[in-house]
Every structure is written in C-alpha cells, then in structure tokens.
C-alpha cells in the first residue's frame, strides 16, 4: 500500500470511528445568510433566513452538495447601512464563505456587496428589490458581476402597479415613498414609468420610517383630487397609510410594493387593509407538490400557521437550492467558477416560487421576469390572489421571459 493509499485510509478509518461519513468528514461549504433579524424589517429577514435554512437542511439530508454539508453562517445586519458592510467583511475575511444570500434592504444591499465583488464572492440577494442592486457592477466598468438576484426588482414592480392603476381607469394619480434608498429609488421607477406613459402624478410625497401620522401626505393628495395611490415602502408605514385614509374617510384604491404582504402591515392596518393589492412572487398557496412541501415544512419546523412574509421564505429557500446547482455545476467553491456556473445553470433548479430554468446570463443576473409575478391582495388578515386568473392558474410554473431586462 502507497503512503498516500495509508494515508487516505487512515483518515476514513478516524472518520469511521468517530461516527462521521465521508461527507460529513469533509470539511463543510460555509454560505453567508444575512438579513435584518431584529427591527421594523426582521419579519422579512426572519421570514427569508427560516426559508434559506431549510432549504440547507434538505440539501444535506440529501447528501450535501460535492459530498460536503453547507454550513449557512447567520449575521444580523440590523437593516443598517454600516452593519451590512461590516458583516459582509466579517463573512469574507473571518469565516472565510463562498457565497453569501440574503440582503432584504436596498441601501444594505448597495453598501456591503461591493466586498463580495471585490472579493470574487457571489452574493445572492433574495429580497431586496432596488433596481440598481444587480447593476451596480456591470460591463463596461467591470469584467464580471458577482452579484444575483431573484426578487421582483423595482422596475419590474414599478411597471405593474402603473399598468394595474390605469387599466382600472384611474387618470389622477398619487405617488407615496419612503425616505430611504428602497423607497426613493422606487419613486424615481414609478414616475419614469409614469411619463413614458405620458401620465404626470398629480401628488408625490414623501414619509420616513416609523411615521405613524400620515394625514398631511394624505391631505395633498386627497386635495389634488388624486383617484389611486401608488404606495413604495416596508409594511409598518404602508400601514400607516391605510389607517391615515381610513381616518380621512376616503376611500380610493391603494396599490403598494410588495411588502404590504408583510405580516407588520396586516396586524397594523388590520381591516383598513383591506382590499390593499401589491406585486408578488408567491401566495402561499398548495398547488405544487413543492409547495406544498414548503410549506407543511415551515409550519412544522417554526410552529406557524403562516410565514410572516411569504414572499420572503419562499425566495430566501429557493437562493440557496439556486447557490447549490451552480457550486454543484461548477464542481468547486471557486468564486469565478461559481459565478460563471450561475450565468448558464445547465440543470433546472424546481423551487417554490417556480421551476428556475437558466435563470441568469452574463448580462442579465435578474432571475424573475414579469410574467411570473401576480397580485396579491390583503384579505381578512391573510394575502390571496388578487385576480381569478392567477388563483385559476396557481399550479402552473411560469418560466422566465427570454426578452426580460
């Protein structure tokens, strides 16, 4: 026997009798999960991060991936600009990941991902939805982009809820953002959207988080004889808009991004809620066998009868099975191998929010395109299909458009 022959055998005989199998022997793949676990934006962060873990739990039960179990490395980024970047420096340069998944704010997103680009790490942002997010490192200022996405971007969102106010008929209409990135950056798409459609806003305010008193925004608006509002902001102040209307007694459609599915938005808004519709990737509903899946297996694992933020979960598990195909594709942890395996996924990847086929290219680091993104609307305290047609065709995957942006 050859000493490297001993050697190997050696090493499974310790393995063995430590109860370990090979693959377990090995050392894990550690993948970075971050995201907002505390704070007014902890019920997307929780919602994404109890996703993403069993996501990672099936794919080791099954084997690991390369004959390794992944190791998810959990840090809160508090939602804070400067947190963000420090996890992500701690993530690379400490524990030593090969692709991170998470980010649910835009303005995190923007501040910590240019250490993974720098580093030639992937970053899989699952949640947040800044346009920019996914374009911030792109040709012709940089060789590769190492940050992904499968989240319904603003553009996208921005689009829908324009085309939605005015197939409904409305000609006056008012557009309410918050004061951060996420929100102003969605403002900036909504109005873009708005003049290529020829249509001036006839109000556009502004409020900042953890305002509970909306009525002055609401007054211009109501005073401009606005017939819609376009909402962009996280579901506590969405909230607040809604019980500021109610309070007003004008009653008007109200039509947000998608976080007014947040758990926050529905216990704060309670019945003034109502009838509120936003762009969503996923409705918990259970017509796919995944689906399904899914979700008997969060309720059982977290003791829920609801994920907080549906959306949130289904796409914080599904980023991870995403991350597993390219490493497994790649047949390394190498991040250009990663990154280049990403840009042309051979092996469809079936997840809950769809059945992911080539989702990225080198040009495009977007996963989900309009057609597979629906409206769901506040119902008695849970979020439904907004349109018959889309609870009519909830067992059908939507692929990917090849045109999109």
């Not at 063995?16 to 505390?38: E, F, H, S, V």
């Not at 598990?317 to 390394?332: N, P, R």
Request: charge should be neutral.
């Amino acid at each position: 026997m050859t000493v490297t022959k001993r050697a190997f055998v050696g090493a499974l005989l310790c393995a063995t009798a430590l109860g370990l199998t090979p693959a377990q022997a090995a050392d894990p793949i550690k993948i970075g999960l971050t995201g907002p676990y505390t704070g007014g934006s902890s019920s997307m962060g929780v919602s994404m991060r109890d996703g993403a873990k069993l996501a990672a739990a099936e794919i080791n039960k099954a084997g690991g991936v390369l004959g390794r179990q992944i190791q998810l490395v959990e840090r809160d980024d508090e939602a804070k600009n400067e947190v963000g970047a420090q996890v992500a420096q701690e993530l690379i340069n400490k524990e030593k990941v090969v692709a991170t998944v998470g980010f649910i704010n835009t303005g995190v997103a923007l501040a910590a991902q240019r250490f993974y680009q720098e580093a030639e790490i992937p970053v899989f942002n699952n949640v947040a939805t800044g346009t920019v997010i996914t374009n911030q490192f792109k040709e012709p200022d940089y060789d590769s982009n190492y940050v992904f996405r499968n989240s319904a971007y603003d553009v996208l969102q921005a689009g829908m809820m324009v085309d939605e106010a005015l197939a409904q008929g409305h000609k006056k209409i008012a557009v309410l953002a918050d004061s951060t990135n996420y929100g102003q950056l969605g403002r900036e798409d909504i109005e873009k959207y708005l003049a290529a459609k020829s249509v001036k806003p006839v109000a556009v305010e502004k409020f900042n988080i953890k305002d509970v008193d909306m009525t002055a925004q609401l007054l211009k608006a109501q005073q401009a004889g606005a017939d819609v509002i376009l909402a962009y902001g996280i579901g506590p102040e969405l909230a607040q808009i809604a019980n500021g209307m109610a309070k007003l007694g004008w009653k008007v459609p109200m039509i947000t991004s998608w976080p007014a599915s947040m758990q926050s938005f529905i216990d704060i808004a309670g019945t003034n809620g109502n009838g509120v519709i936003m762009p969503q990737t996923f409705i918990e509903d259970q017509t796919l066998p995944k689906r399904k899946a899914f979700l008997e297996s969060y309720y059982k694992t977290y003791g829920v009868t609801k994920i907080p933020t549906p959306v949130a979960g289904a796409q914080g598990y599904d980023s991870v099975y995403l991350i597993a195909a390219a490493i497994k594709q790649a047949g390394t942890t190498d991040g250009p191998k990663v990154r280049a395996a990403l840009e042309n996924l051979k092996e469809k990847v079936e997840g809950v929010v769809t059945t992911y086929e080539t989702p990225f290219s080198a040009k495009d680091h977007n996963a989900i395109s309009r057609n597979m993104v629906v409206f769901g609307k506040v119902q008695d305290g849970k979020i439904v299909y907004a349109k018959p047609e889309d609870a009519k065709n909830a067992g059908v995957v939507r692929t990917k458009e090849k045109s999109s942006n």
